[in-house]
């Protein structure tokens, strides 16, 4: 099993950035696939989510508006489309993946996510 995120890097305030996490090695449509960020210091907050089968999206609340994602189901590819990106968006974002549960519940559950990737840098510069 794999996730692997790219597409971070440095990007100024109010810019934009696309996040991709390519999934293999399970059954892509039984999970909802998620993105969390993390600062050092801080727990994994919940950015999005979306479970291919449904098509529902979940959303934090503060990126609510400025945040979209997306799935490729023939690639196996869950994209994360920042726009208007803020100091406080930097941090590592990981995608993870969760076959129970409801993307609401494991935004504010990262702790039971099946399957993690290694993640990838974000940093938003005034």
């Known amino acids: 099993v794999q996730l692997v995120e790219s597409g971070g890097g440095l990007v100024q305030e109010g810019g934009s950035m696309r996040l991709s996490c390519a999934a293999s090695?399970?059954?892509?449509?039984?999970?909802?696939i998620g993105w969390f960020r993390q600062v050092p210091g801080k727990d994994h907050e919940g950015v999005s989510s979306?479970?291919?089968?449904?098509?529902?999206?979940y959303y934090g609340d503060s990126v609510k508006g400025r945040f979209t994602i997306s799935i490729n189901n023939a690639k196996n590819v869950v994209y994360l489309q920042m726009n208007n990106l803020k100091r406080e968006d930097s941090g590592t974002y990981h995608c993870a993946a969760h076959r129970h549960g409801t993307g609401a519940q494991f935004l504010r559950a990262p702790w039971s996510a099946d399957y993690w990737g290694k993640g990838t840098l974000v940093t938003v510069s005034s």
């Open positions: 979306m479970r291919s089968r449904l098509g529902h999206t």
């Open positions: 090695g399970f059954t892509f449509d039984d999970y909802e």
